[in-house]
């Protein structure tokens, strides 16, 4: 089963891209990648989901590579509201490790 | 649309007392349906999960326990809290038998053993 790696952390400022980045070096084939955003005492929301190369919709962008042992949430011009955690989840594995905190200063 | 309820939000319960959490799912039908608990500044750790009515799996060994005597009904309880029981309790749903692994959750449940 991938196991997935993230950042701890991140900060940026207000009109910043930001990028977080997921490694999962055994993904297997038939496992998509999906991404979560939890803000405090609220449940994680889904925010966006990938099999390989780009996908975007409304919120967020998710860029895959070939290989699809890593992938990148890509949030443009972030706003203090998009401070959260975010989590990477590879497959049908229900785990939800620790996330990467992003924090967006003005 | 589908929503989930999820109640009480907050609870502030003496240890050794009981408890009963309860979710419920509107707008879709045999629905697989997932307990996690969140400890402050942690990840959610998977308590329960359901593929159907009566079907209950545990992942891990604890003092709580949870049934489904619905098809969109799930309830996570306990006879006699613990201390370490405390924690942020959130209900989850998922379409059954999609390959995409997406999970929505409710509003969460936070719970006080004192």
């Known amino acids: 089963l991938a196991k997935t790696t993230q950042p701890i952390s991140m900060d940026s400022y207000e009109g910043q891209e930001v990028n977080i980045t997921c490694s999962h070096n055994?993904?297997?084939?038939?496992?998509?990648i999906t991404w979560y955003q939890q803000f405090p005492s609220q449940g994680p929301r889904f925010i966006i989901q990938?099999?390989?190369t780009k996908v975007t919709n409304e919120v967020a962008s998710l860029f895959i590579p070939a290989d699809r042992k890593s992938s990148t949430l890509s949030l443009p011009r972030v706003s203090l509201s998009d401070t959260a955690v975010y989590y990477c989840l590879v497959g049908d594995r229900l785990v939800f490790g620790a996330g990467t905190i992003l924090r967006v200063k003005s | 649309s589908q929503t989930i309820h999820q109640w009480p939000a907050t609870l502030v319960q003496p240890v050794g007392s009981p408890l009963s959490l309860e979710c419920t799912v509107e707008?879709?039908?045999?629905?697989?349906l997932y307990w996690y608990r969140q400890a402050a500044g942690r990840g959610l750790q998977l308590l329960f999960y359901?593929?159907?009515?009566?079907?209950i799996s545990s992942e891990v060994p604890q003092n709580l326990s949870a049934s489904r005597p619905q098809d969109r009904q799930f309830i996570l309880s306990s006879k006699k809290l613990l201390l370490s029981d405390s924690g942020f309790y959130l209900c989850?749903?998922?379409?059954?038998?999609?390959?995409?692994?997406?999970?929505?959750f409710g509003a969460g449940t936070r719970l006080s053993v004192l």
């Open positions: 359901s593929v159907g009515i009566g079907q």
């Open positions: 055994n993904i297997a084939t038939n496992d998509y």
């Open positions: 707008g879709t039908s045999n629905p697989n």
């Open positions: 989850a749903w998922r379409w059954a038998g999609m390959a995409k692994n997406i999970q929505y």
């Open positions: 990938g099999y390989k």
